[in-house]
C-alpha cells in the first residue's frame, strides 16, 4: 500500500519560490510514476508535473515549463516540487499522487490510486 505525505506550501511574494515535498512509502515496486495535480475552488484537478520513480524521467504541462522543476530523492523516498516565478494563477490546492499510468494518459487523475493531503500554494501580489 502506497502512502504519501506533503509538506511546503504557504505564501509567495512576486518572484518568490517555494517548494513542496511529498513523501511517499511502498514505492518501490515497479512502474510507479509520481505527478503534481492542483486544484483551484469549483474546478478539476489539474495536472502539473510528472516523473518516473525509477528512471527519473520528467514531464510538465506547459503553463509551468520553465518555472516549476519536478524531482525526487529514492534515498529520502520524496518527491518535490520546485517553484519558482510563481504567478496568481498558480495559486491552488497542490496534490502528489502516485499510479502506474501509461504516457499518453500522465495527465488524468483518474490514472493515479494514491494521493497526498492536499497543500496550499497562494501568490500574494
Known amino acids: 500500500q502506497v502512502q504519501l505525505v506533503q509538506s511546503g506550501g504557504g505564501l509567495v511574494q512576486p518572484g518568490g519560490s517555494l517548494r513542496l515535498s511529498c513523501v511517499g512509502s511502498g514505492l518501490d515496486a515497479s512502474g510507479y510514476r509520481l505527478a503534481w495535480f492542483r486544484q483551484t475552488p469549483g474546478n478539476n484537478r489539474d495536472f502539473v508535473a510528472a516523473i518516473g520513480w525509477n528512471d527519473g524521467r520528467t514531464y510538465y504541462a506547459d503553463s509551468v515549463k520553465g518555472r516549476f522543476t519536478i524531482s525526487r530523492d529514492k534515498a529520502k523516498a520524496t518527491m518535490y516540487l520546485q517553484l519558482n516565478s510563481l504567478q496568481a494563477e498558480d495559486t491552488a490546492v497542490y496534490y502528489c499522487?502516485?499510479?502506474?499510468?501509461?504516457?499518453?494518459?500522465?495527465?488524468?487523475?483518474?490514472?493515479?490510486?494514491?494521493w497526498g493531503q492536499g497543500t496550499q500554494v497562494t501568490f500574494s501580489s
Open positions: 499522487a502516485a499510479g502506474r499510468p501509461i504516457l499518453s494518459a500522465l495527465r488524468y487523475e483518474s490514472m493515479y490510486s494514491f
